[in-house]
């Protein structure tokens, strides 16, 4: 039996939160209420932050394409793990980004011996980030469901650490490094997609890449950075190669681009990539 005290809780929650569904006996409904009371709090963090699903994509939601494109060619698109952490916080979130978006690149080709060298590496990178207890069960998770191969499993456990290195960073409110690491993951599936479509074009294959709103929301997320970063040479890099990707990708006649564009595309993804790994 749900206990008055407990009764009066669950229907403030209800009226708090309409959309979700107040149930059963009285421990498990005190579990779900803290459970939803936690998320709301961090949802409300997370657009005071500017970070929410219309403002830090999803690196899953920019990579979707990878599923349109199967079978996924993986040995020509993989790459090694990055060795050790960047020095500085905003490569690192770009790098983290770019681990994330090849760990789903291998949910996509179901290549199992991929996930253990990315899981390493992406806990690495979030410790260097200084939320290593965030990510530290995806991690395991990720290699636990890649072994079972429950894909589905996986790609879950991927969105989640990016939320999770996302809540660690609002909770240093280090936004900007949430974004980075959105930017990060976009840029690398980038090269991925546009590599793959490369290999055997056509225009359909090819319209997969055309993400305007993605582009336009990292240009401006470029443009409001902090200023000392925005001096460097690697920062005027990504914000020239963005304008540049927008001009092979998106055009006023709505065509998705030529196989010279694709190419063009590949190139500067896979420059851009190079230069996030080197910094200077």
Not at 45 to 72: D, F, H, K, Q
Not at 85 to 92: S, V
Not at 151 to 174: C, F, N, S, Y
Request: aromatic share 4%.
């Amino acid at each position: 039996m749900i206990t008055a005290a407990a009764n009066c809780r669950l229907w403030i929650c209800a009226l708090l939160l309409p959309a979700v569904g107040v149930w059963a006996a009285d421990k498990d409904a005190e579990k779900k209420v803290v459970k939803i009371n936690k998320e709301a709090a961090q949802d409300h963090v997370r657009e005071e932050l500017g970070v929410n699903a219309y403002t830090t994509p999803s690196i899953e939601t920019m990579l979707a394409a990878l599923r349109e494109l199967r079978p996924v060619p993986y040995d020509k698109v993989s790459r090694p793990m990055p060795e050790g952490n960047p020095g500085d916080r905003a490569r690192l979130a770009l790098t983290t980004g770019g681990i994330i978006a090849d760990g789903f690149l291998a949910v996509a080709a179901e290549k199992g011996s991929g996930m253990e060298p990315i899981g390493r590496a992406l806990l690495q990178h979030a410790k260097g980030l200084g939320v290593g207890d965030h990510v530290t069960r995806h991690s395991k998770g990720i290699l636990d469901r890649a072994a079972s191969k429950d894909w589905t499993g996986v790609r879950a456990e991927l969105i989640g650490a990016q939320r999770d290195v996302e809540g660690g960073m609002m909770a240093l409110k280090d936004e900007e490094i949430a974004h980075l690491v959105a930017l990060g993951g976009w840029w690398r599936g980038l090269e991925i997609a546009s590599n793959i479509v490369d290999q055997d074009y056509t225009p359909q294959r090819a319209a997969l890449l055309v993400q305007p709103a993605v582009l336009d929301y990292f240009i401006d997320r470029v443009s409001t950075l902090n200023p000392r970063l925005k001096k460097t040479k690697l920062w005027e890099t990504l914000d020239a190669n963005l304008r540049a990707a927008r001009e092979l990708a998106v055009k006023d006649d709505h065509q998705p681009p030529t196989a010279e564009a694709v190419k063009k595309l590949r190139q500067l993804a896979k420059a851009t990539n190079e230069v996030i790994a080197t910094g200077e």
